[in-house]
Antibody, heavy 122, light 107 residues
Framework: QIQLVQSGPELKKPGETVRISCKASGYTFTNYGMNWVKQAPGKGLKWMGWINTYTGEPTYADDFKGRFALSLETSASTAFLQINNLKNEDMTTFFC???????????????WGQGTSVTVSS | DIQMNQSPSSLSASLGDTITITCHASQNINVWLSWYQQKPGNIPKLLIYKASNLHTGVPSRFSGSGSGTGFALTISSLQPEDIATYYCQQGQSYPSTFGGGTKLEIK
């Protein structure tokens, strides 16, 4: 069955770097892009960007350009989200989600990881 | 960016009721809309894609409709397991955007 398994919760200090992994199984990794979505405690969903798992090309939403980096280890069917220079506003839960195209450029996020919470505290 | 406005932001209904959540896009998005369900303490799950198509395993009491800028998610015969927050999302134009969510509670 299709699964996305993310790395565990992180406790970091402001200014540090965190790297979250998302390991896919049950499908051909390079056939589907990987998206990342942020959810602050008690808040809604915010799309951060996605990475083309075939080419490795990342695309970021404007709010996530600069300190955020998406990457892959294709041989391990794993996607990564790295956040540099952590700030208090990064204290939230991050989800990876598989991007499935249902027509043209349109896509939906059909499978999600379990989420990784990041705590930023000095 | 395309803004997605959901209403209501919260909703209380009785078991067995039929409820409708609406989502309005700030631009024409054709049928390029998805709905997600997030139960308390759980991950979001895809319910409906391309405005009206049920994702695998989603009960038939869920249905989606609409095109252009106006969309609706209808849940008929409300069940206890439907307690969740529901989100719409446009997944065609960059950047993808979600509605603010509708929290559904049982009376």
């Amino acid at each position: 069955q299709i699964q996305l398994v993310q790395s565990g919760p992180e406790l970091k200090k402001p200014g540090e770097t965190v790297r979250i992994s998302c390991k896919a199984s049950g499908y051909t990794f390079t056939n589907y892009g990987m998206n990342w979505v942020k959810q602050a405690p008690g808040k809604g969903l915010k799309w951060m960007g996605w990475i083309n798992t075939y080419t490795g090309e990342p695309t970021y939403a404007d709010d996530f350009k600069g300190r955020f980096a998406l990457s892959l280890e294709t041989s391990a069917s794993t996607a990564f989200l790295q956040i540099n220079n952590l700030k208090n506003e990064d204290m939230t839960t991050f989800f990876c989600a598989r991007r499935n195209h249902y027509g043209g450029a349109y896509y939906a996020l059909d499978y999600w990881g379990q989420g990784t919470s990041v705590t930023v505290s000095s | 960016d395309i803004q997605m406005n959901q209403s209501p932001s919260s909703l209380s209904a009785s078991l067995g009721d039929t409820i409708t959540i609406t989502c309005h896009a700030s631009q024409n998005i054709n049928v390029w809309l998805s709905w997600y369900q997030q139960k308390p303490g759980n991950i979001p799950k895809l319910l409906i894609y391309k405005a009206s198509n049920l994702h695998t395993g989603v009960p038939s009491r869920f249905s989606g409709s609409g095109s252009g800028t106006g969309f609706a998610l209808t849940i008929s015969s409300l069940q206890p397991e439907d307690i969740a927050t529901y989100y719409c999302q446009q997944g065609q134009s960059y950047p993808s955007t979600f509605g603010g969510g509708t929290k559904l509670e049982i009376k």
